[in-house]
């Protein structure tokens, strides 16, 4: 298996006790129109090799890039989420930062829940997404991809939603009930919005879940449920590093690339990757 940035860290950048602790999880099961996700691990640390160190004016890697073996995704998806969340809150535990690379959505739940059991503090989500995924289940499936929000909001996650462009009747109702922050595209998008201010009661300790299918088609298509009208990639990025500002990152996951055959894709979501580590500094 790959490393991330492999090509470019030195041996004690590479070692147990860097700052970012990569999570590969190759996890596929409630996907609902376009396949592909199981491979986006491996595209991204493979693409990851092609990455130069200075990233937006720092060097994440100097802090230390740590690749964990893949997250075994067999077995029911309560199981797999408590492989993810055994991940994440060893990182979390240990003051690293967990960088999870997907796989489908649902794998966040397993995530942000292992960061919260590990901090045993409030943890807002910040999230960059075409979908709510705020629906109580989806296919009967609790677990699904477009209920993952749904979950993590039951348990108290606070939400800061942008570039949602794609909900129903039942996701409105629960923005509501569980006092949802979010800005959709439509507006960020047509008035050009780079910066929004979280609440201030929004927690201190953040988490930030990145699906690709947040930015437009024309800037990423290799994804399963590519939506149009959606963010920039240059105004994705601006929206999480301005959100972050006074509050400290302690997890992220970039999820939902299903590569295409063109590498391109890859690359941007590796790029992805390397700028929110950089933000999460």
Not at 11 to 21: H, I
Not at 59 to 74: K, L, N, Q
Not at 123 to 140: E, F, K, M, P, S
């Amino acid at each position: 298996m790959s490393i991330f940035l492999e090509s470019e860290l030195t041996a004690s950048e590479r070692d147990e006790s860097a700052l970012f602790r990569v999570i590969p999880v190759p996890l596929e099961r409630t996907v609902s129109y376009g396949a592909g996700t199981q491979a986006g691990p491996a595209a991204i640390l493979e693409a990851s090799n092609e990455l130069e160190r200075l990233c937006n004016g720092s060097v994440p890697c100097a802090s230390g890039i740590f690749t964990e073996t893949e997250v075994d995704c067999e077995g029911t998806l309560p199981e797999v989420m408590e492989r993810i969340a055994e991940r994440t809150s060893s990182a979390a535990r240990d003051g690293r930062i967990p960088v999870t690379l997907g796989g489908e959505h649902s794998l966040s739940y397993g995530a942000v829940m292992g960061v919260a059991r590990a901090l045993g503090e409030p943890i807002g989500v910040i999230q960059i997404d075409a979908h709510a995924d705020l629906r109580i289940a989806y296919q009967d499936e609790k677990h699904s991809h477009a209920s993952v929000m749904h979950l993590l909001s039951e348990e108290g996650i606070k939400l800061a939603q942008f570039g949602v462009r794609a909900l129903c009747e039942q996701e409105t109702e629960s923005r509501a009930r569980n006092n949802v922050f979010y800005v959709d595209a439509e507006k960020l998008v047509t008035e050009g919005i780079h910066a929004v201010d979280l609440p201030e009661d929004f927690p201190e300790h953040v988490y930030v879940s990145f699906d690709v299918d947040g930015l437009d088609p024309s800037q990423m298509p290799a994804t399963g449920t590519a939506v149009p009208g959606g963010l920039g990639y240059y105004q994705a990025l601006h929206l999480v590093e301005h959100a972050l500002k006074g509050r400290k990152c302690v997890g992220i996951d970039v999820v939902e690339l299903a590569p295409n055959g063109e590498i391109a894709w890859d690359f941007t979501t590796a790029q992805i990757v390397y700028r929110l580590m950089a933000a999460a500094q």
